[in-house]
Nanobody
Framework: QVQLVESGGDLVQPGGSLRLSCAVS????????MAWYRQAPGKQREFLAL???????AYADSVKGRFTISRDNAKNTVILQMNSLKFEDTAVYYC????????WGQGTQVTVSS
């Protein structure tokens, strides 16, 4: 059973940066495509980025050039580095193991506010 624990969310000013982490257990992590999503109040969950076991990445247009996904296969961790944050990036952020689309962690809150 996959377990996902997100951390790193915080209150940050516009233009600031945050680094989110997701600790993963219960799966063969290094072979698993991982992704980050977010959900803002009143909106559907939104795909942000994914990374293959070998490090190939893909991004949503809304975050391309500002967010970077990476992974540490030795630590079973996936990272989302977020730069140039905007008000509209405020949301709860989740990681997901793509073969397990129904498994989600508790998420981590990111609030962008001045």
């Amino acid at each position: 059973q996959v377990q996902l624990v997100e951390s790193g969310g915080d209150l940050v000013q516009p233009g600031g940066s945050l680094r989110l982490s997701c600790a993963v257990s219960g799966i063969r992590f290094s072979f698993t495509v991982m992704a980050w999503y977010r959900q803002a109040p009143g909106k559907q969950r939104e795909f942000l980025a994914l990374i293959s076991g070998g490090g190939t990445t893909a991004y949503a247009d809304s975050v391309k050039g500002r967010f970077t996904i990476s992974r540490d296969n030795a630590k079973n961790t996936v990272i989302l580095q977020m730069n140039s944050l905007k008000f509209e990036d405020t949301a709860v952020y989740y990681c997901n193991a793509r073969p397990y689309p129904s498994s989600w962690g508790q998420g981590t809150q990111v609030t962008v506010s001045s």
